[in-house]
């Protein structure tokens, strides 16, 4: 039998020198993760297929009562609103709702998320830079917390006010020169009296009332010192505007902007080291607030807008090796089923990866890929990794915030979402077919020249 001539690889020397055991034991990486809340992974990605996002409803619910209890046991009166745009599965947000949350929201699409699952009107807070007049007059009509962003819209909102023949209270964003560089987009800036101007504007109106202040300091602000500037930088507009222009507010509202835990790509140390607690959150707000131009009975109410602080640590991704390649330069990369359209925060986060099977002790650095057809889809540059072979686990914790709502879809079909609760698996978002996909689409006949080539 003739022998087929076996192809050549060019060799390469890979120093295999990173996280071998030591005396304290294995590497995190080389643990292998075998089960996920309680479940075998495989068995998930089995019946569910892989890629597959996994939520924690424990870790969800655990998040959420944490920090609701350090805000309202140092602010009588502290509610959280959960940022929509974070994650808007209808199942994660009835789960927030279920703990007590309120909803907060920044467009018509997520009003109605929040009105479907029943929200009153008068638990949530309408954001954004961008409401159109058909949504302001629902909001008002509903009894929404409607926060003003710019100019145009207190001219819609006053508009608004005259076909309904009412006059409504308004919350109104402010922005402040707080972090390099500034976040300047949203709302009317105080340092500059723009925000002044806003509310002398709309009291002078006569059709709107100012009843709420609302600030959004940024994402992923891991330095409570910003909070508490912006805390400060509140207390002193109200004691301006309360006594110059007789505003008495009803709530105050801090934004979102929480870190999580996750490294970003450009940090020099974990997330574990520096990512705040809900606690060290809340000393630095609280305390600043309740120092505001008033009595004890009359604290404005606390909003909090958070998204990632809640919602990231709860869901996971599975995904599946597909392949692994030596690099020229020697380096290896290995190429996974999740592609960036799916896990769009690689952009932010140096996720970790872990292991599900036995997969050796031997770490090397790997520049991890996704599956897409794109050179710019890299997962990780450098995830240090055993060697893995084509249909081995690996499980990308904390991936909750904004790649769900943020994902996209892009030469395959989005994942399945399963739920964990109690031991109890709940498919909440099936994956998508291709007839899901193409059913907005149409070919008018005309365009189907190759039938009509055929034809002639
Ligand atoms: C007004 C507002 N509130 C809350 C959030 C939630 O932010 P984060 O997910 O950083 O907590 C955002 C997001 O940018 C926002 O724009």
């Known amino acids: ?19 071998v055991t030591n005396k304290y034991g294995r590497p995190p990486a080389t643990v292998p993760m075998s089960r996920l809340n309680g479940f075998d992974v495989k068995e998930l990605v089995n019946e569910y297929g892989s890629p597959l996002y996994v939520l924690s409803v424990e870790q969800l619910r655990q998040n959420y009562q944490d920090m609701f209890r350090a805000f ?39 009003y109605d998320i929040a009105r479907n699952l029943a929200m009153p009107g008068e638990k949530i807070i309408f ?18 917390m409607v926060n ?16 309904l023949g009412r006059k409504f209270p308004v919350g109104v964003r402010v922005n402040m020169d707080l972090n390099n560089p500034p ?35 940024g994402t992923y602000v891991d330095d409570v010192n ?7 930088g509140l207390v002193n507009f109200y004691t301006v505007i309360k006594e110059q222009l007789g505003i008495k507010l009803k709530y105050w509202d801090m934004g979102g902007g929480y870190a999580s835990h996750n490294t970003l790509n450009w940090a020099w140390q974990s997330a574990e080291y520096t990512c705040p607690t809900f606690d060290q959150y809340a000393e630095a707000i609280c305390p600043i607030l309740l120092k505001g131009p008033f009595q004890a009975a009359e604290a404005p109410r606390l909003f909090l807008e958070p998204g990632r602080a809640l919602v990231d640590e709860p869901i996971s991704m599975i995904t599946t090796v597909v392949s692994q390649k030596r690099l020229p330069g020697g380096k290896r990369g290995v190429i996974v089923d999740a592609g960036m359209n799916v896990l769009s925060s690689v952009q932010w986060y140096n996720y970790n990866c872990q292991t599900v099977q036995d997969s050796g002790l031997t770490l090397e650095d790997t520049i991890l890929y996704g599956g897409l057809c794109m050179n710019i889809d890299v997962l990780r540059q450098n995830a240090v990794l055993p060697p893995l072979r084509r ?6 914790p904390h991936i909750g915030a904004y790649n769900l709502s943020q994902s996209w879809q892009f030469i395959y079909l989005r994942p399945a979402v399963i739920a964990i609760d109690n031991g109890k698996i709940h498919l ?13 689409e149409s070919v008018p006949k005309e365009f189907n020249t190759y039938s009509i080539a055929n034809k002639n």
């Open 1 to 19: 039998m003739k022998q087929e001539k076996k192809s050549y690889v060019k060799p390469t020397i890979v120093r295999h020198s990173v996280g």
């Open 72 to 110: 309202s046991t140092r602010y009588p009166g502290a509610r959280i609103a959960y940022s929509y745009k974070t994650n808007y599965l209808k199942a994660v947000c009835s789960i927030l709702h279920s703990e007590g949350a309120l909803a907060e929201v920044v467009s018509g699409f997520e």
């Open 127 to 144: 954001n954004g830079p961008y409401k159109t007049r058909d949504e302001l007059a629902r909001a008002f009509t509903d009894g929404a």
């Open 148 to 163: 003003i962003d710019n100019y145009d819209e207190i001219q819609v909102c006053e508009e608004v006010a005259d076909e």
């Open 183 to 217: 976040w300047h987009k949203f709302g009317f800036n105080v340092e500059a009296g723009h925000a002044y101007e806003a509310v002398k504007r709309i009291q002078s109106g006569g059709k709107l009332d100012v009843k709420g202040l609302h600030i959004h300091v």
């Open 226 to 232: 910003i909070y508490s500037m912006a805390a400060q």
């Open 391 to 396: 249909g081995e686990l690996l499980v990308i």
């Open 428 to 440: 909440i978002k099936a994956s998508e077919t291709r007839e899901y996909v193409q059913e907005m």
